[in-house]
C-alpha cells in the first residue's frame, strides 16, 4: 500500500524568479519523487509568501489536516529550509506522532539522529541564508567605517541628503542632552527617565512612542558623544557630538549598576528566570539569614509561583543542559553531515562568483570597444559618456557581488566541535559544579528559563535552540521506531 502524504511547497517573492525554486518546478519534483518511492500525495500545500508580511496561513492549515487525518503519516517538501524557516513550525511538525518529514532532495536516514541533522541543517541554511542578507550591507559597512553613519538617523539626528550622513536636529538635540545629564547626575530611575521625556514629546522615528527599552538603547549609543557602532564595533565618527565621552561614560556607569553596590551575585539565578505564571521576573532573597529563595516578584499582583531554595531550582535548572544531551555518535554523525553540507554550498557559491565574473568580463570588453567607437568616431563623445557612465555603475554592481560573495564565511567546523562536545559533557559537568558556576553554563546556554512550578521551559540561545529541537523531535522518533538508534536522552527530566 502506498503511503500517504502531503505536499508543502514555499517560495517567498524574491525567489519566484530564480530558477529551480518556482512553484511549478517544485511540484514538479515532488510530484516525481512521490513516483519513486511509492508515496500517495493526498493534498497539496502552497505557501507563497513575501519577507514583509510574515505568518504562514497554509502551514497552519497542514498542520491541522495532518491532526485530523491520521492515516497520513508525512510531508514532502522539496528541501528542509522549505519547511524550517520558522523553527517553532518545524519543531510543531516534528513532534506531531507519525508524521515525518521527507526531503525530495536532501537524504536523511531515517533515525533520531537523521532528525537531529535535518533540525541542524534547516538552521545552518538559515544561517546561510541570514550572513547572505547581512553582508549585502556590505556598503554601508564602509560608509561606517569612513564615519559616516549609514542608516536612519537616531532620534537627536537628521539625516542629510546632501552629504549622505547626519546633522544635530536642533528641535530635539537639546531634550537628548539633558537625557544624559539628568541620568547621569540625579538619581532617577529609567522609568521616571521615560516619563520626563514623553512629557517633552520625544518620539520614535516612526512617532511612536518611547519605551523603557528604547530609552535605554538610547543611553548605550556612542552616537551622541560622535562615535558610531556598527555590528558591534566603534568607529570615530565624522558628525558633530552632542554629549562629552565622560558624560556618556557616567551614564553607561549607572547603567550597569557600577556606581552602586548592588548585592548582585550574591543570587547566582537571579535574572535567568521568569514566572510562567504571570509573566514577572523571579526574584530570589534571603530567609531566616541562612536560605535563598527563588520566588515571583508579584509585580503584576498576587502569584501561584511557589518559592523554592536555591539547592532545589539549582537541581530542576539541569533540565537546561539534560534537553540539549548529545552523544559521541550524535556527534560524529553532526559533524561528517555538516562538512557535506558546507562543500555543497561552497560549490554553490563559487557557481555564482564564476558567472558573475564572466558577466563582468563582458561588460569591460563592450566597454573597451564602446571607446574605439568612440574613437572611430562611430558614436558622439556625449552618447560614449552616458554609456560609458552606465557600464561603469553595473560594473561595480557586479564586483560588489562578487566581494560579497567572497566574504561569506562558514561557522568554523572547530568551534561547532567544541560546541557539541561541551553538549555531550554538560550534564556531568553540571552536576559536579555548585550554583555560581551552573549559573554561568545556564547563561551560556539560554537567555532564560519560564518556570511554573516545577517545570523548567528553558529559552536557548543559538545555536543551542536547534539542537534541543534536535533531540526533542528525536525522543519522538525514539518512541516509534522499533530500533531506536542511537538513543536519546529523555526530555524534561526535571525531577531531581
Ligand atoms: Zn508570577
Not at 510531508?75 to 529550509?81: M, P
Not at 543559538?462 to 529523555?490: C, E, H, M
Amino acid at each position: 500500500m502506498k503511503r500517504k502524504v502531503v505536499t508543502y511547497v514555499r517560495v517567498s517573492t524574491e525567489e519566484q524568479a530564480k530558477q529551480g525554486y518556482s512553484i511549478p518546478a517544485q511540484h514538479q519534483i515532488l510530484q516525481d519523487y512521490a513516483k519513486g518511492h511509492d508515496l500517495e500525495i493526498v493534498r497539496a500545500f502552497e505557501e507563497s509568501q513575501s519577507a514583509f508580511k510574515p505568518g504562514r496561513i497554509q502551514f497552519k492549515e497542514m498542520l491541522a489536516f495532518l491532526k485530523k487525518n491520521k492515516d497520513v503519516k508525512g510531508v514532502l517538501c522539496y528541501k528542509i529550509d522549505r519547511i524550517a524557516r520558522n523553527l517553532r513550525d518545524y519543531s510543531e511538525l516534528a513532534e506531531m506522532a507519525g508524521v515525518r518529514i521527507i526531503s525530495a532532495t536532501e537524504a536523511l536516514p531515517e533515525n533520531p539522529t537523521g532528525t537531529l541533522i535535518g533540525t541542524v541543517q534547516a538552521g545552518f541554511s538559515r544561517y546561510f541564508s541570514e550572513q547572505l542578507s547581512e553582508r549585502v550591507q556590505l556598503g554601508m559597512q564602509t560608509k561606517a567605517k569612513e564615519g559616516v553613519w549609514p542608516s536612519f538617523a537616531p532620534i537627536g539626528y537628521l539625516n542629510d541628503q546632501g552629504s549622505g550622513g547626519i546633522v544635530v536636529d536642533a528641535e530635539r538635540s537639546g531634550i537628548i542632552q539633558k537625557l544624559f545629564e539628568i541620568y547621569a547626575y540625579e538619581d532617577v530611575s529609567l522609568s521616571h527617565l521615560v516619563q520626563w521625556a514623553r512629557e517633552r514629546g520625544l518620539r520614535t522615528r516612526k512617532g511612536g512612542t518611547l519605551t523603557k527599552g528604547a530609552i535605554h538603547k538610547l543611553l548605550r549609543n556612542p552616537i551622541y558623544y560622535g562615535a558610531l557602532r556598527w555590528k558591534g564595533v566603534i568607529y570615530e565618527g565624522s558628525h558633530q557630538q552632542l554629549i562629552s565621552k565622560a558624560l556618556f561614560d557616567k551614564v553607561q556607569d549607572r547603567l550597569s549598576g557600577r556606581s552602586y553596590s548592588r548585592t548582585k551575585h550574591i543570587f547566582p539565578y537571579r535574572g535567568l528566570l521568569q514566572c510562567g505564571y504571570c509573566g514577572c521576573n523571579i526574584t530570589a532573597s534571603l530567609e531566616k539569614k541562612r536560605y535563598i529563595y527563588y520566588h515571583c516578584t508579584q509585580g503584576r499582583g498576587k502569584c501561584l509561583q511557589p518559592y523554592v531554595r536555591q539547592d532545589i531550582m539549582g537541581d530542576r535548572l539541569k533540565a537546561v543542559v539534560d534537553n540539549i544531551h548529545l552523544t559521541e555518535d550524535q556527534i560524529s554523525v553532526l559533524l561528517d553531515m555538516m562538512r557535506r553540507g558546507k562543500s555543497r554550498r561552497q560549490e554553490q557559491v563559487e557557481k555564482r562568483i564564476q558567472s558573475l565574473k564572466n558577466e563582468a568580463g563582458i561588460r569591460s570588453k563592450r566597454r573597451d570597444a564602446l571607446y574605439f567607437d568612440k574613437l572611430d568616431g562611430k558614436i558622439t563623445e556625449e552618447r560614449w559618456q552616458q554609456l560609458e557612465g552606465e557600464l561603469t555603475v553595473s560594473l561595480d554592481k557586479i564586483r560588489g557581488q562578487i566581494e560579497l560573495l567572497e566574504s561569506i564565511q562558514e561557522p568554523q567546523e572547530e568551534s561547532v566541535q567544541a560546541t557539541f562536545e561541551l553538549l555531550e559533557r554538560a550534564p556531568v559537568l553540571y552536576s559536579k559544579q555548585k550554583d555560581e558556576e551552573r549559573a554561568r553554563l545556564l547563561r551560556t546556554l539560554v537567555s532564560n528559563c519560564i518556570v511554573k512550578g516545577d517545570s523548567i521551559d528553558p529559552v536557548y540561545k543559538k545555536p543551542f535552540d536547534l539542537v534541543a529541537i534536535g533531540t526533542k523531535t528525536g525522543n519522538w522518533y525514539a518512541r516509534r521506531d522499533s530500533n531506536p538508534q542511537p538513543p536519546v536522552p529523555k526530555t524534561g527530566a526535571l525531577s531531581s
